[in-house]
């Protein structure tokens, strides 16, 4: 158990492969459940499946209101309105009779011997007979949803592993899950190291900065579907950053800021080895956030983020959240990637899979990307305008005005 040495320095790609290959791994453990309210499961990661308790629909459901019949009848001629249907009504009349029609609202059930629904806009009604309007064509099966055909009871209609939102809401409700198994959120404990740090309360020196990582962290943890902790501040000090892995150990992932580059005084890589850490990788070809280190103590995965407050956001965009959605039970959890139009030509030199903060704006024709000027990995200001950071591949060094380009998305 050593630091790689040399160094392991991987394509961004690469960098991604060992990461999901973990991910892949954990995804496998057993985690502790929890049942939750319905509106309390949203936005968590679903423990058991939503199986439909019986068929969907559940009966043969007219989608339009209008006139159950039998097609080839209403071509071929009149028909007369037997009766009526509401939505929420049951149908006790048996069979509808030849040369007969049943008028029919939206989510009533089609009697047994319609074969279809026809739309009223599409009939003439005279006293209480209809007849097709001129030029409309009527086939069986038109504006009936027949029962069962879109799910069968006991079929899975959300399965294990993801992330619940409206839709998978929707599906538990109207399969009548008041309550969801749910995963237990992964803690994630939160470690930013540096000597010039402060708290965000207190009043920086000229020569210090706020602590602004752990926030950062926090939020996009949350987001993954955590249950964060932050811990007070590290000094540059081997011994108290080891002190501070030591205390973090119960946690299911250790996120670290700072103290990862080639200073004098960076330790955490130290430290987590003084730990009995396995390192699987210890940089990345990316900017920002080259120095990343991921790796596995005796309990918690743990990653070694930048401390440039770019960087750090960025590589747990990338890095940090696939594996995190993969503690939280998610069986889709790689980082979000979108396509969009370049707004204007792009050079860089080669070598790094670069993210430039960049603001995405889309509309029904789609999403166009431009480039927000940057000071570099510590410009937060540039950051907080950004949605996105655009993707300019390792061999790239120009990306021209109007290519589609991707987009890492925040
Ligand atoms: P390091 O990764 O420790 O070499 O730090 C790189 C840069 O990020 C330095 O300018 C640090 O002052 C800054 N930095 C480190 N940790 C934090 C933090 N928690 N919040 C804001 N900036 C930080
Ligand atoms: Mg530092």
């Not at 160094?7 to 790609?13: F, G």
């Not at 040369?99 to 026809?118: F, L, S, Y």
């Not at 401390?307 to 940090?320: A, E, Q």
Request: neutral net charge; charged residues 20%.
């Amino acid at each position: 158990m050593t630091i790689p040495s040399p160094s392991v320095v991987l394509s961004y790609e690469d960098a991604a492969t060992v990461v999901s290959g973990h991910a892949e791994r954990v995804r496998l453990w057993l985690r502790p459940t929890e049942k939750v309210p319905l509106l309390s499961a949203a936005g968590r990661v679903l423990a058991e499946p939503v199986l439909a308790d019986r068929d969907q629909p559940p009966f043969a459901r007219s989608t339009r209101d209008g006139f159950a019949c039998r097609a080839a009848e209403l071509r071929a001629g009149r028909l007369k309105v037997a009766g009526q249907l509401r939505a929420g009504q049951a149908w006790t009349g048996g069979e509808i009779r030849t040369g007969e029609a049943i008028e029919i609202m939206t989510g009533a059930v089609v009697p047994p011997g319609a074969d279809c629904v026809v739309m009223i806009e599409h009939v003439s009604v005279s006293e209480c007979w209809i007849s097709l309007a001129p030029a409309r064509e009527l086939v069986p099966g038109e504006n009936v949803v027949n029962r069962g055909t879109e799910a069968r009871a006991g079929d899975v209609l959300v399965p294990v592993g993801r992330r619940i939102g409206a839709t998978e809401v929707a599906a538990a409700a109207f399969s009548g899950n008041a309550t969801l198994a749910v995963f237990s959120k992964p803690r994630v404990a939160i470690l930013a190291t540096g000597d010039e740090l402060v708290e965000v309360g207190d009043v920086p020196l000229q020569y210090q900065i706020r602590n602004s990582n752990s926030y950062s962290l926090a939020t996009q943890a949350t987001a993954a579907g955590a249950d964060p902790r932050i811990f007070p501040i590290v000094p540059d000090d081997p011994v108290a950053t080891e002190r501070a892995v030591g205390e973090a150990l119960q946690c299911d992932l250790l996120l670290m800021t700072g103290g990862v580059s080639m200073g004098k005084f960076d330790c955490v890589e130290r430290a987590l080895l003084a730990r009995g850490a396995d390192f699987f990788f210890t940089g990345a070809r990316i900017q920002p956030g080259k120095p990343v280190v991921f790796g596995k103590l005796r309990g918690p995965y743990f990653f070694g983020l930048p401390g440039n407050p770019v960087s750090t956001i960025v590589t747990f965009l990338l890095f940090g959240a696939p594996m995190l959605r993969a503690l939280a039970g998610e069986s889709e959890s790689g980082p979000h990637f979108g396509s969009a139009r370049l707004s204007h030509e792009v050079q860089v030199r080669p070598g790094l899979t670069r993210f430039l903060p960049a603001r995405v704006e889309s509309d029904l024709r789609g999403a166009r990307i431009r480039r927000i000027a940057w000071q570099g990995s510590g410009d937060l200001t540039a950051a907080a305008q950004a949605n996105s950071f655009l993707v300019v591949p390792e061999a790239s060094d120009r990306l021209a005005d109007g290519d589609i380009v991707s987009a890492l998305m925040l």
